[in-house]
């Protein structure tokens, strides 16, 4: 590929593009549904192409190390604001699985969404754009405009098509998240003032406010503002309470999107910012990190024992993985660091195919209650097979895709921090029993009531059997994976 | 040798993999054919793996896991160990698979079974040959989920599913304590290789091999069955009896005292480590016997003698004794599976009734199954040159050799251990086989089902000459093992025959009893004694001396009561209102002044201030 051309800009713009699409046919649904299939589609193509770049190995002309595509332009001069995008090996794969998820999303909203259909997809387009900006912006302004950008459809998207308190679980969404996002903002333009007075050049570019010199006591408060916004985005303990609300009352794509690639943005903030830009800090805070993470793990499992409402148990099974996301960065060592980027791609796919599954029971039934089903193993075999397969993927059964992260975390976290890691492994045990507790009441023993339920279509069938070549891929054979994020990771831990 | 291995692996894989994707859709003759085929393909690589043995070899097939330093390779091992359980697990998976061929033949969800049962082969497979803990970890989870769906196989009656997950989960809690285990070898050597860790054993404090001994006992309790996680194996009886024979007693329990076997070299090297895990053996040997005295469900007794059997190879292990240990494992196979496929025959002749006290005089109806479940019982009671005499002797020896009070009580309580043994055993085919006769029902797939018994009953009758005593010629495995069985003392002809002396002298003493207590009771005694009100004493035995209660009472309901109040009460109580409370509160004054009267707000207030103040103190502290 020649190196001017902007893959990055069109990563980032190619679905916004696509809402320009979507608009001249939105007199006909079914077109509206496949002009979003071919954009997902091509913004995946083109993910993929951004593949062979990380092959050729070579970093692009003038960027950071590790960054094999990069693209800088001035944007707003007056304020140091630049244009910079960038892809390394951990963007890559956020980028990967961004593209795949959407390609999903599209999939299970084909026959579940009836009402405004173009809108509906133009926000899910939209909210693409918003995301694959955060995982490629290096400049923390744009970064911080792609942050916000992404909240905006996805508040929409819970709003509008959602069930139950669907206005007030969108509202809290995106009042927590807007809430962490302002102190970030806050400590990004301090950073930036502070910057700017030490060495004259006022800018927003990561790797100049990287060098910045920051009193250890101002940079305790500076982090803290950036882990709070992440902290939400996560989300940790005790700031996960929006989650399951806003999962619960989400559209399915949009529980998907939310699970898979919403919470990434946060992990990822703490790996690509919070944690360079403030390394002592961050050291500093870690026992805080793994205090919270190992309490997150333990707790969300455990309560999601207790759920009625399968969407609510899945989130809450969230909370409690992400715990074990958490835990790797907080131990920051290059083992523990790629267990956990590799458990953000796992628990995206994991999550986003349950999550995906209970959407597909509830609009045969419309019924998320556990205590609805029962037994549904005789009538829907397919079904019930994908459902098995990812409830044991979530339960961190070698061999799939889960276990991979986990077990990488907790063996690089043990060797940093023996203490936390040793709480992480209870989360093990608690995860297997709120899973086979949701196995058990919905697919096996005796049908609760009748139900009016047919097996899989070929779509559904397709979108599943994508997701779970994925986790068996990523279970069996994840060193690419691994690999791709080898580079960075080594960078970022200052290890070779 | 590359091929063999690979081979051995892939044809269970394949076959289950293929009958679990397509298997609705192709004729069942052909699912059937092909997963008997994968396992007798398997056997016939281990046994050419076997021909072409020379030494130790590992092969390394390609990368699994890796980052950085963290390495775990798709790497396998071979070795006497590895070797000689994977022919065994090859074989008796073979005959079982054969055998539920017929047994399962009026299910409809035949391809369900088939691949489950070929991808638990695979997975057993793995676990034995792993040459890294983690792929022994893939192996080890993997027969636990297909323990758990096989024993949920009838999923409609929620009380097998309820069975299968109480396996899955208690088995978990072990497998969680190896994986601690696993993760702190790696955190001292930087490498999860078996052999490797096996050889830098030396280099650690005591106290460290110690405590990592013990973890992997935690381990090895879980799989293995053995006090106090052992609750699950009478449960686990609920899955169909081919499973119960090939999971639940040759092969999956069995994996701990393989776990514990395969790292003895490095964990030998703690001598309270090798006590814990005798006296977790003993203690156990003893609770199974004494709880099949008491059982009335056929596959229950087995399950509990399979749970005392274990004990005895855990106390094998514990005093050493790796070798003895192993050609006990081997024997139990055969034997135990043998009375669990014959008890297959029984309940399927008897309509499907378990209760042994509903039985009787089987002894002419079904001699086909009578003659080797026979041979089954008398190799667990030990009876004099039965393969379980020889190998359950070898353990006895070994203990008795150990020095020190602690080993002499354990070899005492086996002795006695021994005795009840042999009592349940012939309790069982004395209630079972003789006596007046009740009405059976014999169809062809019983007659086939019937021949599977032979060649195991053989096996157990003679598989003595897998290991003889000294004085009788020595024997194979010890030679075979010989390099790394370690820490066995020598022991004189004339000791030997003393100590087997005994042993045969309690297995007699106890068939006599049985024979005494049941042998000439007819039909309408039994059913008397059975309807009359149970002592104490047998029910807390019936019961499995409460443990399951007292679990129950401990951790189940606490923990389900917790998640409720955790949930409603602290995570939406407590933690969302007051950060709804201060959401709203920073737009809303007035409303959030009205709450103040209901007295709640104060509260999160409170909570929420004291939370703010620990992360706030915390910020300065680390500022200062």
């Known amino acids: ?496 | 040798m590359t091929l063999y291995l690979a081979l051995m692996l892939l044809f269970p894989l394949l076959g289950g993999t293929v009958s679990a994707l397509a298997g609705r859709k192709l004729p069942r003759r052909l699912v059937e054919a092909g997963v008997c085929a994968a396992v007798w393909a398997s056997f016939v690589c281990a046994v050419l793996a076997a021909a072409s043995y020379r030494g130790p070899v590992s092969v390394e097939f390609g990368r699994w896991l890796s980052a950085f330093d963290l390495q775990a390779p798709i790497h396998l091992y071979l070795d006497p160990l590895s070797l000689s359980l994977s022919v065994m697990i090859c074989f008796v998976c073979g005959l079982i698979h054969v055998y539920s061929v017929y047994y399962m033949a009026d299910q409809a969800d035949y391809a369900r079974f088939f691949a489950l049962l070929n991808l638990f082969v695979f997975a057993m497979l793995t676990l034995i040959l792993a040459e890294n803990l983690p792929l022994l970890y893939l192996g080890w989870e993997g027969v636990g989920l297909c323990s758990y769906l096989l024993v949920g196989f009838w999923y409609t009656d929620s009380n097998n599913a309820t069975a299968g997950r109480k396996a899955f989960i208690t088995t978990r809690i072990g497998d969680t304590a190896l994986l601690v285990g696993i993760a702190w070898l790696f955190q001292l050597f930087g490498t999860f290789s078996i052999p490797q860790i096996n050889g830098m054993g030396f280099l650690l404090p005591h106290g460290i091999v110690t405590a990592i001994g013990i973890l992997f006992l935690v381990g090895a309790m879980g799989k293995s069955a053995q006090v106090p996680l052992m609750v699950w194996l009478p449960d686990a009886m609920a899955g169909p009896t081919p499973v119960s024979a090939m999971i639940h007693a040759a092969t999956m329990v069995t994996a701990g005292v393989y776990l514990l076997s395969r790292m003895f070299p490095f964990i030998g090297g703690s001598a309270v480590t090798c006590a814990a895990i005798a006296i977790t053996g003993g203690i156990t040997a003893f609770y199974g016997a004494t709880c099949a005295l008491a059982q009335r469900d056929l596959k229950k007794v087995l399950a509990f003698s399979t749970i005392s059997q274990i004990g005895y190879m855990m106390l094998g292990v514990g005093a050493g004794a790796i070798t003895a240990a192993t050609f006990h494992l081997l024997v139990h196979a055969f034997f135990k599976a043998l009375l669990f496929l014959g008890a297959g025959c029984v309940i399927t002749a008897m309509h499907h009734e378990q209760d042994i006290y509903k039985m009787g005089g089987l002894k002419d109806r079904l001699p086909l199954t009578f003659w080797p479940f026979l041979a089954g019982a008398a190799c667990l009671a030990g009876i004099p040159l039965t393969g379980g005499f020889f190998s359950k002797d070898s353990i006895l020896a070994a203990v008795f050799l150990k020095e020190g009070t602690l080993y002499t009580s354990l070899y005492l309580l086996a002795l006695l251990t021994a005795l009840l043994t042999s009592y349940y055993s012939f309790r069982l085919i004395y209630l079972v086989f003789f006596g007046s006769q009740v009405h059976v029902h014999t169809h062809g797939e019983l007659k086939v089902m019937q021949w599977v018994l032979v060649p195991l009953a053989l096996l157990g009758l003679f598989g003595g000459v897998l290991d003889l005593p000294g004085y009788l010629g020595g024997g194979f495995l010890d030679s075979f093992f010989g390099h790394q069985a370690g820490g066995e003392v020598g022991h004189s002809a004339a000791q030997e025959v003393a100590l087997q002396g005994v042993a045969a002298t309690l297995a007699i003493f106890g068939l006599l009893a049985a024979h005494w207590r049941y042998g000439g009771k007819s039909r309408v005694d039994r059913v008397r004694e059975s309807s009359t009100r149970p002592s104490p004493l047998y029910a807390f035995l019936l019961n499995g001396w409460y443990f399951d209660r007292l679990y129950h009472a401990i951790l189940i309901r606490p923990y389900e009561y917790l998640s409720g109040i955790l949930w409603e009460k602290v995570d939406e109580g407590v933690i969302d209102d007051s950060l709804d409370g201060m959401s709203s509160g920073l737009g809303i004054t007035g409303r959030w002044l009205g709450r103040w009267s209901t007295g709640k707000v104060s509260l999160y207030i409170l909570s929420f201030a004291a939370g703010g103040a620990v992360v706030l103190g915390y910020l300065a502290w680390l500022t200062l």
Request: hydrophobic share 55%; proline share 4%.
């Open chain 1, 1 to 496: 590929m020649p190196t001017d051309f902007p893959i990055l800009t069109l990563l980032v713009f190619l679905p916004l593009a696509g809402v320009l699409a979507l608009f001249a046919v939105r007199k006909s649904d079914e077109l509206v549904r496949m002009g979003a299939l071919v954009v997902t589609l091509a913004e995946l193509a083109l993910s993929v192409w951004a593949c062979g770049a990380a092959g050729a190995g070579a970093g692009a002309a003038g960027a950071p190390a590790g960054f094999f595509l990069y693209q800088d332009a001035q944007w707003i001069e007056r304020f140091g604001i630049r244009y910079t995008l960038g892809m390394d090996g951990i963007s890559l794969v956020m980028v990967l699985l961004t593209s795949f998820i959407t390609v999903i999303a599209v999939g299970v909203s084909w026959r579940g969404i009836k009402e405004r259909v173009p809108l509906y997809y133009a926000l899910l387009l939209a909210m693409e754009s918003g995301i694959q900006g955060v995982f490629l912006g290096l400049d923390l302004f744009l970064f911080y405009l792609f942050w916000e950008a992404m909240l905006i459809p996805m508040f929409f998207l819970i709003g509008i098509w959602g069930h139950g308190r669907r206005v007030y679980s969108a509202v809290k969404f995106f009042l927590y998240t807007f809430f962490g996002s302002l102190l970030m903002l806050v400590a990004i333009i301090s950073l930036y003032l502070r910057h700017g007075a030490q060495t004259g050049t006022y800018t927003f570019s990561l790797f100049e406010l990287i060098h910045t010199t920051v009193p250890y006591g101002t940079a305790i408060w500076l982090f803290a503002a950036f882990l709070f916004a992440f902290a939400i985005k996560f989300p940790l303990f005790p700031l996960h309470t929006w989650l399951p609300d806003a999962h619960t009352d989400a559209p399915t794509a949009g529980s998907v999107i939310l699970a898979s690639l919403l919470l990434k943005t946060g992990a990822y903030g703490l790996i690509r910012f919070g944690f360079p830009l403030f390394p002592e800090a961050a050291r500093a805070c870690a026992p805080l990190i793994y205090t919270v993470s190992v309490i997150g793990i333990v707790w969300g499992a455990w309560i999601a024992f207790a759920q009625r409402d399968m969407k609510r148990l899945v989130a809450y099974s969230s909370v409690s993985h992400m715990g074990f996301v958490a835990l790797g960065i907080a131990a920051w060592s290059p083992v523990a660091l790629s267990g956990a980027v590799i458990q953000m791609v796992n628990h995206g796919v994991t999550t986003g195919a349950l999550f995906a599954l209970v959407g597909m029971l509830d609009e045969r039934t419309h019924s998320r209650e556990i205590a609805t089903y029962g037994g549904i193993w005789g009538k829907v075999p397919a079904l019930s097979f994908f459902f098995l397969l990812f409830c044991m993927a979530s339960a961190g059964v070698p061999g799939l895709n889960n276990f991979v992260g986990e077990f990488i975390v907790l063996m690089g976290t043990f060797k940093v921090a023996p203490g936390a890691a040793a709480g992480a492994f209870v989360g093990v045990v608690l995860t297997l029993i709120y899973t086979v507790r949701l196995v058990q009441e919905v697919l096996f023993g005796k049908e609760k009531k009748p139900l009016e339920l047919a097996d899989l279509s070929v779509r559904e069938g397709g979108v599943l059997a994508v997701l779970g070549v994925a986790a068996i891929y990523l279970g069996v054979h994840p060193a690419p994976v691994l690999d791709i994020i080898k580079v960075p990771i080594a960078l970022l831990t200052g290890v070779k």
